[in-house]
C-alpha cells in the first residue's frame, strides 16, 4: 500500500483508532457505493471508517480521498463488517425512487441466476433496478410474501406483511412481460413457457443478510402470475418463550422431544408458523447422542450438527421417497418438511413403529383434526393410536400496537365468552387505532397461539375405536385449552383485538 498513512488491512476486532486523510475530490460524496464497499471491505459512516478483514489498500485509499476529513479507523471481524455494511446502506432503501423510473432500454438480465445482493446499486436496466426494489422492499417490510400480478390496467405488486396484503405499486406503464421474465430468469426457469406452471428459487442476499426465495409462476388471462415466498435465513431460531408458549405448553413441547419414537405433528395453514415451531422443537431434541436427519422444501435454516435434504420433486426426490432413504441412514430422529399424501404418512408411520421419533407438518384446521387427516390419507385407526404421540395446532393474531390501541369497557356479550371459555372476564379489552409508529395499521408483529393435544392412553383408546372428531375433542380438550380459548387469553391480556381473534379462529362458541 502506498501513502504515508494508509493503515494496513485488519485481521480482527480492535479499539478504534484515528489517522489522517486526503482531501476529498470536488463534489465527491461520503458514501461509497455498495459494490465497491463490499468487494474493497470498506464502509464510510460519517467520520467512521469500518475495515473488514479482507480490505484492499485501493478501498482504504479511496474512502480516505473520499472522507476528506479525519476518520477514526473501527476494525471489524468478517460478522460484524458484514452487519455494519447491511446495516448502512439498508438505510432509505424503501423510499429509492421506483416511481421515476423509465423503461426504455433493453432488460440485459441474461444469465442472471447467480446470488446478488439487493443492495448492489450497479447501473443496472431500469427492469432490473425495479425488480431488486421490489424484492428489496419486502424484504425491509419483513414481508412473507411478494405477489406480482399482471391485470389489464398494468401490473400491481402488493406484499404480504402480518398476514394481510398491501399495495406498494400499481401502474399502468411499466412492461409487464420482461418484469415476469426478469423473475423467472433469476428464479432459473424457462421463460419461452408461459402456459404452464413452474417452481423455481431465488437466492439473495441483503447486506450481511441471507434471503431465500421460492418462486411461482401461473398463467392467466393478462400474462403469468408470479408469487414469490420470502425466507429470511439470518433470522435465526424462535425461542419456544417467544413464540408465545406459556410455561406449562414450553413443558410439554419439552418432554415430547425427548421421546424415543412416535410421530409429533404441527397443523395450521399456511403461514401459521408450523416450520418455525418444528424447527424450536428439534433444536430441543437436538443432542450429542442423537442423529437427527431432515428432508425439507426448502430448507430454511441451517442447524449446526443436523443432517439436513432439499426434496426435489422433479428427478424423483419426493417426500416419501426422502423419507425412506433417511432410514438407511440410522436416524434416532427425523424432521419431514409435510406430510402432503398418503404415500409419505404410511412411511412417516412405519418409521414410528421401528423406533424412530419423526416431527412433521399437517394441513388441519385443529390438533384433533389431525386424527381425521391422517384417516383420510389412509393411515388405519390402529396405526394412528399406535403412533401418534402429539399434536400442536397454531395460529398467528397481529399484535396491537403499543403505541396507538385503544381501551373500552367490556360488553355483556363479550363478557359472556370468556365465561364460557373458563377464563376471567377482563376489565377492558383493547382496539387498533393506528400511527405512524405502525403505519397506520394499528398493529406491530404477531403472537402464536397454540392448541396442544396428548395423546393419553384414554385418548388412544378413543382413536381405536374410530371416535369422532367431536367426541375426540370432548375427551383431549379443556374449553380454554382451544384455540379459541387461546386466542381470548390473549385478548385478555392486552396483546390483541377481540376483532383479531375472531378474524384468525372464527367461531368463539
Not at 54 to 62: F, K, S
Not at 394 to 410: G, I, N
Amino acid at each position: 500500500m502506498t501513502g504515508p498513512a494508509a493503515p494496513e488491512a485488519p485481521a480482527a476486532a480492535s479499539a478504534p483508532r484515528t489517522a489522517d486523510t486526503e482531501p476529498a475530490a470536488p463534489g465527491g460524496g461520503p458514501r461509497l457505493p455498495f459494490a465497491f464497499a463490499r468487494d474493497s471491505g470498506v464502509v464510510l459512516d460519517g467520520g467512521r471508517l469500518h475495515v473488514g478483514p479482507g480490505a484492499t489498500p485501493n478501498g482504504l485509499r479511496e474512502a480516505r480521498r473520499r472522507a476528506g476529513r479525519r476518520l477514526e479507523i473501527v476494525e471489524e471481524d468478517r460478522e460484524g463488517f458484514e452487519a455494519v455494511l447491511g446495516r448502512l446502506y439498508r438505510e432509505g432503501a424503501e423510499t429509492d425512487g421506483a416511481e421515476a423510473l423509465s423503461f426504455d432500454l433493453e432488460d440485459a438480465a441474461a444469465g442472471a441466476r447467480a446470488e446478488r445482493d439487493l443492495l448492489d446499486a450497479a447501473e443496472d436496466a431500469p427492469v432490473i433496478q425495479l425488480v431488486n426494489q421490489l424484492l428489496r422492499r419486502a424484504v425491509l417490510a419483513g414481508a412473507s410474501d411478494l405477489h406480482v400480478e399482471p391485470g389489464e390496467g398494468g401490473l400491481r405488486v402488493r406484499m404480504r406483511v402480518d398476514g394481510f396484503l398491501q399495495t406498494v405499486m400499481d401502474r399502468d406503464d411499466v412492461p409487464v412481460r420482461r418484469i415476469v421474465s426478469r423473475l423467472k430468469v433469476m428464479a432459473g426457469l424457462d421463460i419461452a413457457e408461459t402456459r404452464l406452471p413452474q417452481d423455481g428459487r431465488i437466492p439473495l442476499r441483503l447486506g450481511g443478510r441471507l434471503i431465500d426465495t421460492r418462486v411461482s409462476s401461473l398463467p392467466g388471462h393478462y400474462g403469468e402470475r408470479v408469487v414469490l415466498r420470502i425466507l429470511d435465513r439470518s433470522s435465526g431460531l424462535v425461542p419456544l418463550d417467544a413464540l408465545g408458549l406459556s410455561s406449562a405448553q414450553v413443558a410439554l413441547l419439552e418432554r415430547l422431544s425427548a421421546l424415543p419414537n412416535g410421530i409429533i405433528l404441527a397443523t395450521g395453514p399456511t403461514g401459521s408458523g408450523k416450520t418455525t415451531t418444528l424447527y424450536s422443537l428439534l433444536k430441543l431434541a437436538n443432542r450429542e447422542e442423537r442423529n437427527i436427519v431432515t428432508v425439507e422444501d426448502p430448507v430454511e435454516y441451517d442447524l449446526p450438527g443436523i443432517s439436513q435434504s432439499q426434496i426435489n420433486a422433479e428427478i424423483g426426490m419426493t417426500f416419501a421417497a426422502g423419507l425412506r432413504a433417511t432410514l438407511r441412514q440410522d436416524p434416532d430422529v427425523i424432521l419431514v418438511g409435510e406430510v402432503r399424501d398418503g404415500e409419505t404418512a404410511g412411511v412417516a408411520t412405519q418409521a414410528a413403529l421401528t423406533g424412530h421419533l419423526v416431527f412433521s407438518s399437517l394441513h388441519a384446521n385443529g390438533s384433533v383434526g389431525a386424527v381425521v387427516r391422517l384417516r383420510d390419507l389412509g393411515i388405519d385407526d390402529f396405526m394412528i393410536a399406535a403412533t401418534l404421540r402429539g399434536v400442536i395446532a397454531q395460529r398467528l393474531l397481529r399484535r396491537l400496537c403499543a403505541e396507538c390501541r385503544t381501551s373500552r369497557p367490556v360488553t355483556q356479550g363479550e363478557a359472556q365468552l370468556f365465561d364460557r371459555h373458563g377464563l376471567a372476564v377482563p376489565l377492558t379489552l383493547h382496539d387498533a387505532s393506528g400511527c405512524a409508529a405502525c403505519g397506520g395499521t394499528g398493529h406491530a408483529g404477531r403472537v402464536g397461539i397454540f392448541e396442544m393435544l396428548e395423546v393419553t392412553e384414554t385418548l388412544r383408546a378413543a382413536i381405536d375405536r374410530g371416535d369422532s372428531e367431536a367426541a375426540l375433542a370432548r375427551l383431549a380438550l379443556d374449553a380454554g385449552e382451544t384455540l379459541a380459548g387461546q386466542g381470548l387469553a390473549q385478548v385478555a391480556r392486552g396483546e390483541t383485538s377481540l376483532a383479531e381473534c375472531l378474524r384468525v379462529v372464527g367461531d368463539l362458541t
